[in-house]
């Protein structure tokens, strides 16, 4: 990574979007926008007011934050909210809408339940890895509130009294832009998964598997593949066995986020991540682990070079800097964001899967935490996501649903258990 840079200064009053933050209060619904989830499990049960006391105490470090949307003439932004109504006990739904554009709360809440500490945030002021630096550094914080030694932490984890650097507010995609020659994002549709018991707005069911880390890995390893690869295929299996034949008749697709600061470095807590999609083109019945495999690796394999990485970001940016679309009020931008999401989002893609990855912490942090938990909001059009993280030798799955019907997850976790993948499995319900 690159040497940090000068504090960001401290009477910057606003942030623009960045490149990929863009979509998101564009597709916005009166019921629904993208938020997502990040959280720990610790070893004792939360005390609400020290981890209301953790979360003011970072306000000052994590600036890009405590921020709301507002609405200009040609954009939207982000500018400081100071209200202090965020943390509260666990009381509705996972992922439930954040308020924004005419709201004083920032775009990200905190909740806990038992032994649980979760963040909840809007997508379009961070990525998953911007999400998790802030819960580790939360974590961290209130530990040391509650009377635990944690400076060995300081050497790896933000000081939450510290400054903030300006390299963690930069623009990613901005920052690596290249201009490039226009690179195709067409797709035909992919197959979506009806489920027969939709539920009513804000109703998430939340399943949840735990498992050997290292066994999983061994299974991937064995064919040739990556943990994510092979996760994969077997979501890919599962959406197949749970669907009649007659109806299979558009690919099933598998869109999987990618951390741009891997291949491109970045400091940024915003968005630096790009979606790569892969699947099987004819879905059939018969087919098998390996065959889905031997479709999908290629995939993603060239999907996540970072040529192909640069390129497909490079035209997102090249698009926001067209003269006429900066010039463009935000309405027309608004539309013309909505074709775009309809025709290259969400109907190229049956549902996410979103790893990431293993989340490492100091030892006078991570004696403190049993789990890491991550999940997804599921969307009006995709009734069913899947989120992976690793913490120790533990790898927990999680799949939210807007459906109690739990077919496609009970056929998922048999695949992995017919490989002696040994898995403990919860539910909100």
């Not at 994590?62 to 507002?70: D, G, K, N, S």
């Not at 077997?234 to 197949?240: G, K, L």
């Not at 309809?342 to 989340?359: C, D, F, M, Q």
């Not at 599921?378 to 069913?384: E, Q, R, T, V």
């Amino acid at each position: 990574m690159p040497k940090a840079r000068e504090s960001h200064q401290q009477n910057h009053h606003w942030y623009k979007l960045d490149n990929a933050a863009k979509i998101y209060p564009a597709t916005s619904q009166r019921h629904w926008n993208s938020t997502f989830r990040m959280s720990v499990v610790l070893d004792e049960p939360v005390d609400g007011e020290t981890l209301a006391q953790a979360v003011r105490d970072l306000r000052g470090r994590f600036p890009t934050f405590y921020v709301q949307l507002r609405t200009g003439v040609f954009w939207y932004y982000f500018e400081p909210t100071y209200s202090e109504q965020i943390v509260g006990e666990e009381r509705l739904y996972p992922c439930a809408p954040i308020e924004i554009g005419h709201s004083d709360l920032p775009v990200f809440r905190v909740v806990y339940y038992k032994s649980r500490i979760s963040v909840e945030l809007f997508h379009a002021a961070a990525d998953g890895t911007g999400a998790l630096v802030f819960l580790k550094t939360l974590a961290m914080h209130y530990l040391s509130l509650r009377g635990v030694d944690v400076e060995d932490a300081r050497w790896s984890l933000a000081d939450p009294r510290g400054k903030p650097l300006a390299s963690e507010a930069e623009d990613g995609f901005m920052r690596w832009y290249q201009k490039t020659s226009g690179v195709s994002r067409a797709e035909p549709k992919a197959y979506h998964y009806k489920v027969r018991r939709p539920a009513g707005d804000g109703y998430l069911r939340v399943i949840s598997g735990k498992m050997s880390a290292a066994a999983v890995h061994a299974a991937a390893q064995k064919r040739g593949a990556t943990v994510t690869q092979y996760l994969a295929a077997q979501y890919i299996r599962a959406f197949i066995a749970c669907t009649p034949q007659s109806k299979l008749k558009r690919p099933v697709r598998i869109s999987v986020p990618v951390n741009l600061r891997r291949f491109f470095p970045s400091d940024t807590l915003r968005n630096f991540s790009l979606y790569v999609n892969a699947g099987v083109a004819s879905p059939k019945p018969e087919m098998t682990l390996d065959d889905i495999l031997a479709e999908i690796v290629p995939q993603l394999r060239d999907g996540f070079e970072s040529a192909s990485l640069q390129r497909a970001f490079s035209k997102n940016v090249a698009a926001e800097r067209n003269f006429a679309l900066r010039l463009a009020p935000l309405f027309l931008k608004n539309l013309a964001l909505k074709i775009a999401f309809l025709k290259y989002g969400e109907s190229r893609y049956t549902s996410a899967l979103s790893n990431i990855g293993v989340v490492s912490l100091p030892d006078c942090v991570a004696a403190h935490v049993k789990s890491v938990e991550f999940a997804l909001g599921c969307s009006p059009a995709l009734a069913l996501m899947l989120a992976a993280a690793t913490f120790r030798d533990t790898l927990c799955l999680t799949f939210t649903s807007r459906s109690p019907e739990s077919e496609v997850q009970a056929r998922f976790f048999g695949f992995l258990k017919d490989e002696g993948i040994e898995i403990e499995v919860e539910s909100n319900e």
